[in-house]
């Protein structure tokens, strides 16, 4: 088995030799505009067509068309600025508490130290990569080499851009399953691939004394057999699943394992929410499924572990032969992540176990969930169980408003569920985010029937915004 690199950029860099990975995305025109000017664009595309100008070419590139980067996405329209000011906060996966005391301690010592305020190696800092490794233990099946094994990311995302970065080639396809993370779009298209979606579809089997109605999402792995083709690279897993709050099972990943064998693929395993799966449930590492170490990344996140979304950093795990290249586009994106966090997250996976810092933390977002899901029963509406992450679905095509309600033009030609959140938002006193955003077009009405709601604030909060969402039932049908 071997992958095709995204070009012989990535292969010469990691030698030391000077390349520029820019020009391999942009047309012929915008190639040469590159060598002339030497200058990036800056800030984003306008709405009116500027005069044409020898960087014309960059604003209008395909990468950010394909990206979804030209229009007004979903967290510019549900931005607080846009909302009311005592509006509450549910659509954004954003804490409003701290990460732990004894964790932002060590970021302040690291502060204290001259090498803690400069560069960190572009693998990462050591005491980080060591305790990264102790932290999964023999998780993956071995123990792991912090020397080639584990890279450090400016967060999970950057992870994610570089590892697409080293291994894609214009025209890879990737196999995303919808509802997606939105940032794996423009993610993958900014690197000339090609995203291929495969939709999950809402069971109708009810969970026993719930009002859910649609417990979980499951594949059509006849759909995902039909979505392969001789172009396609790699599959995008995301476990426990961002909105979903699915939990993928080992036999559905087992037989995804057995497509990715069956056509020699890449999968990348995000499992930034592995500390949070509710229920008892398994939370099964595709890695360490047979055959899938070596054709595998896994991606987690010091921000999503301990409520420290703010500090960027996170990491990759797989063999070195993936790692590598990785390493060498993370090395020219970054170079590398921010030093005193990196010793702020390995002072925090070093002390977690013994405080039982997980359990505990596991209890109160079951906890903060509960709040949720009892408000939901109390309206009567359906939603999809939580089996893992913070978030959950309401199903808010019930939910009617004026017919002369006023909504902002950002809305036209969005689907209902857009104007569904907007009237919850101004009316009810919560945000939310409309789920047909994670949707390419052709999918989207599965979505446009659903809201996420996140559940983590603090239990006050989340009582406050269940206390609101009560006079929703004066708008249902």
Not at 1 to 6: K, L, V, W
Not at 258 to 267: G, I
């Amino acid at each position: 088995m071997a992958f095709r690199f995204a070009s012989s950029t990535i292969v010469a860099a990691s030698r030391g030799v000077s390349t520029n990975l820019a020009p391999r995305f942009l047309t012929p025109q915008a190639r040469r505009a590159f060598s002339q000017s030497h200058t990036r664009q800056q800030g984003h595309a306008a709405t009116a067509a500027p005069a044409p100008t020898k960087f014309t070419p960059f604003a209008n590139s395909a990468r950010l068309r394909d990206g979804r980067a030209l229009y007004q996405d979903v967290w510019t329209i549900f931005n607080s600025a846009n909302l009311p000011p005592e509006c509450i906060n549910l659509g954004q996966g954003y804490m409003n508490f701290p990460p732990p005391k004894w964790a932002r301690a060590a970021a302040v010592d690291a502060l204290d130290v001259t090498e803690g305020n400069h560069y960190a190696p572009a693998r990462g800092r050591p005491r980080l990569r060591k305790a990264v490794k102790e932290f999964y233990g023999t998780q993956f099946g071995k123990e792991l080499d912090p020397e080639k094994e584990i890279m450090i990311s400016s967060g999970a995302n950057q992870g994610l851009h570089a590892a697409w970065a080293a291994f894609l080639c214009p025209g890879d396809e990737v196999i995303m399953f919808e509802p997606f993370f939105d940032l794996y779009l423009p993610a993958i298209a900014f690197n000339g691939g090609k995203p291929v979606y495969v939709p999950l579809h809402p069971s109708e089997e009810p969970v026993p004394g719930r009002n859910v109605g649609k417990q979980s999402w499951s594949i059509d792995f006849d759909e995902l057999r039909r979505a392969i083709t001789p172009r396609t690279k790699m599959i995008v897993l995301n476990s426990p699943h961002n909105p979903l709050g699915k939990v993928f099972s080992r036999a559905e990943l087992e037989a995804i394992a057995q497509l990715v064998r069956e056509h020699d693929l890449m999968v990348i395993s995000d499992e930034v929410y592995e500390s949070l799966v509710f229920d008892g449930l398994e939370h099964v590492r595709f890695a360490t499924l047979p055959g899938m170490w070596e054709r595998t990344i896994t991606v987690g996140s010091a921000g999503k572990l301990f409520a420290a979304t703010g500090w960027r950093v996170g990491w990759l795990v797989g063999p070195q032969a993936l790692i590598d290249p990785a390493l060498a586009a993370s090395t020219r994106i970054v170079f590398c992540a921010n030093t005193p966090m990196q010793e702020a997250a390995a002072a925090a996976l070093e002390q977690a176990r013994e405080r039982r810092f997980f359990e505990n933390q596991l209890e109160e977002y079951a906890q903060r969930r509960a709040v949720l899901m009892d408000a939901f029963e109390k309206l009567g509406m359906e939603y999809a169980w939580p089996e893992g992450s913070y978030f959950i679905l309401l199903n808010i095509s019930r939910v009617r408003w004026p017919e002369d309600y006023k909504f902002p033009d950002s809305l036209n030609g969005r689907a209902d569920d857009f104007k569904a959140a907007w009237f919850i938002a101004n009316h009810i006193g919560v945000s939310c985010i409309p789920v047909s955003e994670f949707y390419c077009d052709e999918h989207m009405h599965i979505g446009a029937n659903y809201a996420r709601f996140s559940f983590c604030k603090d239990v006050d909060t989340l009582r406050t915004a269940a206390e609101r969402l009560q006079k929703l039932r004066w708008h249902l049908s």
